[in-house]
């Protein structure tokens, strides 16, 4: 079926019926991913009145009575899963005792420090990856894709933790370049715009620590898919038609050599979000990863199901975005298609 | 080019990035101003420490919150906001008389009602150890508002060592009195009469600490700004250190590994004092309830067999000293005079052969699990180390990784074989000591509780005894001869009175003065 048979009221139409049906997935895969996430968080051994008993050096029946009761613990699983649910489903992602704040507020506090950090991050790996990889690809077999390729392979063998380090070490103990940890200067008065320069500074060293291996796999994913599409007859079309290299290159080989990696880029979006809790830790980044680990240690379930929450459903808009792109890119995909 | 260059070269203004002013005026005696500043890690939860009693609150709100007392690094009472103090001779009455002039960080008046509420109200209810020793006061008077008068249940000598910072901060009563405790909403804002209070906190970065305008010791705090910056990785710590962004380091904020390097940094002290009040004793837990390790004897093999002179040198790179028992030789009634079991291969087999404990073909006694404490890098070092060594007596030991959660719950409920411990002892036996050996202290689900499951009537007896004596030469023979039936009997095997490198910017003085250390006020710590 073609697009040219359906008329514009079925048209719209249909995207409304797609658009429903996304939303009843959408609302359906968050309830068991919530539920997933209460019973895994459970799972683990020892509870938040242990932890606490167990960094305070004292404890007795009274303290773990008074904090379990306060963290809602003394109740029978499913009924605290009900209640998990019940929040869940409107909107309220519930308060950490142990940090006497709503999670909301939690999240919230540090969601713009890790968004700033990944999207930074992802912006430049995927940036770089494609006009890295576009030019190995084209350029297959000569020295400069050879040294491309190795290079992005040392990038992707690379712990990031290491790599990280490394880089303080030349940029800032070295050459006293740029910070070393933080996100901001700290107990110096700034104008907005002196703050966002020096937040910027802070950004450059973690930015580029995470994106270097994305990079690493965005450069290789490109390079053969490049290569893929190079070979293929509309190609050799266009070349027949005497149309100029540059042009070739970005209308007809980058349009259809983006849709692995729009694909990829997709799925690790979502990671990237709670990806970063190393660089996080590294570069002393105010960000959810951190806020996460050290949730998952303290046994804060109410933040750590609250952060799975947020990023299940930030993961699954991400997923819903990569489908649109698709269509963007290529028309062959059509909404009823995918739906 | 430097980072200020770089900075301009990259366009961005240099004025954010020229570094800290200090700020420092200088004063007649100790200089007046500056910022100091340090690391806190893990990031604490709140920073009201009757609520939360985690070491970095502790630390933090050592600050924010001052008590009764002070203690020397000897662990001699000093006027805290109390000036001076009385017992009367049956033990059973302290008083207290307050310096004049104490006010919260809101500004009201620090009252004898404040401190009356704090430890006979809220801290018995919100504080785990401070209830175990406040509970013992029968009532408190409050006949003018700088006198408190404590009229004990029953003579409690160690109750004079039990008023520190950590155990006894005052909290304001006209903000806590009658609301729930845990759930008011000024934790947040943390009011205590510290020489210090809360400016900011951002969460994940940094805790800014101000000076209180109105605190009432004559020219104190010294600094303006204490800065607690959140760092949670070692290495990157480390590095603050050596780049100088930090003055001060303490507890665990720097690696064993790291600490000769950094020691060579010219700008920096390093010791390991300060700590004297907590004395953290460190010793490997046998669950007694867990053949062989029910046997004596058995016990005593492990503690020949253990060669704490070389893991001291290998794994703690020379720092704690060994310990000879279960009293630290900082804590009060320390005795020497004890049983030694030197490090000797012959020893340990000849006790394990006597027990009828005979190695396999694959030479073999015994396979014990040590559960590894989830507290830092060197706790597996240590694991490992002495799987090594009980290895060389035929005890075959298997390691079992877990995390802070996972190990109180499974310790707590004495569900593990073998485990790392390390107990703060306060000062005095009665405080932080007998709860690990007497038998009314076997609580399952507990932690720091006599955990190892050991029980002996005699132990039992001279603890209560000795804790209720008002005489110190009654109580130091009492505690003497506990000290050497325990060291006897090996409930578990004492390794080290664990030390802590604390790396001090040499400017900075009075940080370690006294036995609270970094817990302390900071009142009278200064650059030069």
Not at chain 1, 50 to 65: M, R, T
Not at chain 2, 77 to 97: C, H, N, R
Not at chain 2, 268 to 295: C, S
Not at chain 2, 464 to 490: F, N
Request: glycine share 8%; with cysteine.
């Amino acid at each position: 079926m073609t697009s040219a048979s359906i008329n514009s009221g079925g048209r719209v139409f249909a995207v409304a019926l797609a658009l429903a049906g996304w939303f009843v997935k959408f609302v359906a895969v968050v309830l068991v991913i919530a539920t997933f996430n209460f019973i895994l968080v459970h799972a683990a051994p020892g509870d938040p009145a242990q932890v606490i008993a167990g960094q305070s050096g004292a404890s007795d029946e009274k303290l773990l009575a008074q904090l379990r009761a306060e963290y809602g613990l003394d109740k029978p699983y499913p009924i605290q899963l009900a209640n998990y649910l019940k929040r869940v489903v409107t909107l309220d992602l519930g308060y950490s005792y142990r940090q006497q704040r709503t999670v909301a507020s939690l999240i919230l506090e540090r969601l713009p420090a890790t968004l700033l950090l990944t999207a930074t991050a992802f912006t430049l790996a995927l940036l770089s990856g494609i006009i890295l990889g576009t030019l190995a690809g084209v350029r297959a077999g000569k020295w400069s894709d050879t040294l491309l390729t190795i290079v992005s392979l040392l990038l992707y063998a690379t712990p990031v933790f290491w790599l990280g380090l490394m880089l303080v070490l030349l940029f800032s103990v070295q050459l006293d370049w740029l910070p070393a940890f933080g996100y901001v200067t700290i107990g110096v008065p700034m104008t907005t715009l002196q703050r966002m320069g020096d937040i910027g500074m802070h950004l450059i060293l973690p930015a580029v620590s995470l994106a270097a291996v994305y990079l690493a796999i965005y450069t290789r994913l490109m390079r053969s898919s490049v290569l893929d599409v190079t070979h293929q007859d509309f190609i050799k079309t266009a070349k027949a038609k005497g149309l100029k290299q540059g042009r070739i290159i970005i209308r007809h080989i980058l349009r259809n050599a983006m849709l692995p990696i729009v694909t990829v880029a997709g799925m690790q979006a979502g990671a990237l979000v709670g990806g970063a809790v190393v660089i996080e830790t590294v570069f002393a980044w105010p960000g959810l990863g951190r806020l996460i680990y050290d949730a998952l240690l303290q046994r804060d379930y109410p933040v750590l199901l609250g952060v799975f929450l947020v990023m299940s459903v930030i993961v699954i808009a991400l997923n819903l975005l990569t489908d649109a792109i698709y269509r963007v890119i290529d028309p062959r995909v059509s909404v009823r298609a995918a739906s | 080019m430097n980072r200020r260059e770089f900075a301009k070269l990259m366009g961005v203004s240099a004025v954010a990035l020229s570094g800290i002013p200090l700020g420092i005026t200088r004063a007649a005696g100790q200089t007046k101003g500056g910022t100091l500043n340090t690391i806190i890690q893990p990031e604490p939860p709140i920073l009201v420490t009757a609520l939360n009693q985690q070491q970095p609150t502790l630390t933090l709100g050592g600050k924010i919150y001052e008590s009764l007392l002070r203690y020397s690094t000897d662990l001699k009472p000093m006027p805290g906001i109390a000036q001076s103090w009385e017992v009367s001779p049956d033990g059973l009455t302290y008083t207290f008389k307050l310096f004049p002039g104490i006010t919260f960080h809101d500004g009201k008046p620090l009252t004898s009602e404040d401190v009356a509420f704090s430890m006979t109200k809220m801290l018995p209810e919100t504080h785990a150890r401070a209830r175990a020793i406040y509970s013992r006061i029968d009532k408190a008077e409050t006949p003018d508002p700088l006198t408190v008068i404590f009229k004990m249940k029953a003579p409690f000598a160690p109750f004079l060592t039990a008023l520190d910072c950590t155990t006894g901060p005052i909290v304001p009563k006209h903000i806590y009195d009658g609301s729930d405790y845990r759930k008011n909403p000024a934790n947040a804002q943390a009011i205590g009469s510290g020489p210090f209070k809360l400016k900011e906190w951002v969460k994940g970065s940094h805790v800014h600490l101000v000076r209180h305008e109105g605190y009432y010791r004559k020219d104190e705090p010294y600094l303006d700004e204490v800065i607690y910056r959140i760092i949670p990785d070692a290495a990157s710590r480390s590095l603050a250190l050596e780049q100088g962004k930090i003055q001060l380091t303490q507890w665990n904020d720097i690696e064993f590994y790291d600490v000769a390097r950094l020691s060579k940094l010219p700008n920096y002290e390093m010791t390991t004092k300060g700590y004297e009040y907590f004395a953290p004793h460190q010793w490997l837990e046998l669950n007694n309830r867990v053949k062989p390790m029910d046997d004596k004897r058995f016990r005593q093999a492990i503690a020949h067999a253990l060669d704490l002179k070389s893991m001291a040198q290998r794994v703690y790179f020379g720092m704690p000293k060994i310990a000879t028992g279960p009293v630290s030789s900082k804590t009060r009634f320390y005795e020497k005079d004890v049983k030694r079991y030197d490090y000797s291969i012959e020893k340990a087999k000849a006790l394990l052969d006597e027990m009828g404990l005979k190695p396999g073909p694959d030479g073999k006694r015994v396979t014990l699990k040590y559960l590894i404490p989830p507290y830092g890098e060197v706790y597996q070092r240590a694991g490992e180390f002495i799987r090594q060594t009980l290895g060389r007596v035929g005890i075959d030991i298997q390691l079992e990784n877990t995390d802070v959660g996972g190990w109180a719950e499974k310790f707590s409920n004495w569900d593990y074989e073998m485990t790392g411990n390390l107990v703060y002892q306060y000062g005095d036996p009665a405080l932080g000591v007998s709860r690990t050996y007497i038998s009314s202290n076997i609580k399952k689900g507990i932690l720091f509780s006599n955990t190892a499951g050991y029980s002996n009537p005699e132990v039992d007896r001279l603890f209560d005894e000795a804790a209720s004596a008002t005489d110190d030469a009654k109580r130091q023979e009492l505690y003497s001869k506990v000290q050497k039936i325990l060291v006897e009997d090996v409930p578990v095997v004492w390794m080290f009175e664990a030390a802590y490198p604390t790396f001090i910017d040499k400017r900075l003085k009075n940080v370690t003065s006294t036995g609270v250390g970094v817990h302390e006020s900071f009142s009278s710590v200064s650059f030069g």
